[in-house]
């Protein structure tokens, strides 16, 4: 349950400024704020004085400061003011862990190794492709950002419906399942598009054609973007699971809707149907491996099980393509 990657532990709008929220994830106890600069922070939550939970304290100018004995913690985890001391304590650190703010939310990076961050985190829109990027779309509302807590799920099950076009019939109830259009890897990346309904029967993809079609980036294990085309208008969805403890995630939920054909509540309720049916299905599957694949799509999961080996302790290096 610790691979290695960027992984959502928040939205941005649950940190306004000088604000503090305790965490827990990958095992560990962690405090996020954002300080008076406005930068966001994420540390280990435990004060290196005397264990004090630093989510119980404040913001000061120099960054949080432990409710027990005033100990002021920087960004960086470096102690930078002792209230009764002529000096900080230069020895003692906490833990702070690499954060990016993108597309209104808030990732970490985990690496068990301890190693810097590999790669960026992708814009979701421009990393689906110009259709997506120059749409607009409506404000994220409360209603747009959904966290379903504690899911017995490790995220690689939930990057492997990238490669099971089948599970739409059965799990979505569409009339057929969606035809493979493309699919490429590269480096941290795994990219497919998926096309629904009689004009993508012959599974010939085309470039500039986009109506009827999902199209899907997963950037590590942590970050997935899905850009849909529906009748309706745009959508663009963030399925973002981070590992709790060694059985559970929690998966956060970010749906943004094009503007331009209205009814955005309505389609919004639309677009949010689709996760908690797969959520019912997560929470009490069994991981397989092997597992006991069809002819038909025992090519795409291998390809992607190999990809994922990538991102765990054991390997030396990020995936690579193959």
């Keep these: 349950m610790k691979p290695t990657g960027w992984f959502q532990v928040a939205w941005s709008s649950d940190l306004a400024t000088g604000q503090i929220v305790p965490l827990s994830y990958f095992g560990s106890e962690l405090v996020a704020f954002r300080g008076h600069d406005g930068r966001v922070n994420v540390l280990d939550a435990h004060c290196q004085h005397l ?9 000061v100018d120099q960054g949080i400061q432990c409710p027990f004995h005033g100990w002021v913690w920087d960004g960086n985890g470096r102690n930078v003011e002792i209230p009764y001391e002529a000096r900080p304590n230069r020895v003692r650190r906490v833990r702070s862990w690499p954060v990016t703010e993108r597309n209104d939310s808030i990732y970490v990076w985990h690496d068990v190794a301890s190693r810097p961050p590999q790669w960026e985190v992708p814009e979701a829109f421009s990393t689906l492709g110009q259709i997506f990027e120059a749409a607009d779309y409506y404000p994220l509302t409360d209603a747009a950002r959904v966290r379903h807590p504690g899911i017995h799920v490790h995220p690689q099950v939930i990057a492997e419906n990238a490669v099971d076009p089948h599970h739409f019939r059965f799990v979505h109830h569409t009339p057929h399942s969606p035809v493979v259009l493309r699919e490429a890897q590269e480096a941290e990346e795994w990219r497919a598009k998926v096309g629904f309904g009689r004009r993508w029967a012959d599974a010939v993809d085309m470039p500039d054609e986009t109506s009827s079609t999902i199209e899907i980036v997963w950037s590590g294990l942590g970050t997935s973007f899905s850009g849909e085309h529906t009748r309706d208008g745009l959508r663009v969805i963030a399925i973002c699971a981070t590992p709790v403890d060694a059985t559970t995630s929690d998966i956060f939920g970010t749906y943004w809707i094009s503007s331009e054909h209205g009814n955005g509540d309505e389609r919004l309720g639309q ?3 689709a996760l908690p049916d797969d959520i019912a299905v997560w929470d009490t599957q069994r991981y397989l491996d092997p597992p006991g694949l069809s002819p038909s ?3 795409g999961f291998r390809k992607l099980r190999t990809w994922a080996g990538g991102f765990y302790p054991e390997a030396a290096e990020p995936a690579v393509a193959t």
Excluded at 51 to 59: E, Q
Aim: glycine share 14%.
């Design 297 to 299: 799509e025992a090519a």
């Design 271 to 273: 677009a949010k149907l």
């Design 51 to 59: 264990g004090a939970n630093l989510s119980r304290g404040c913001i």
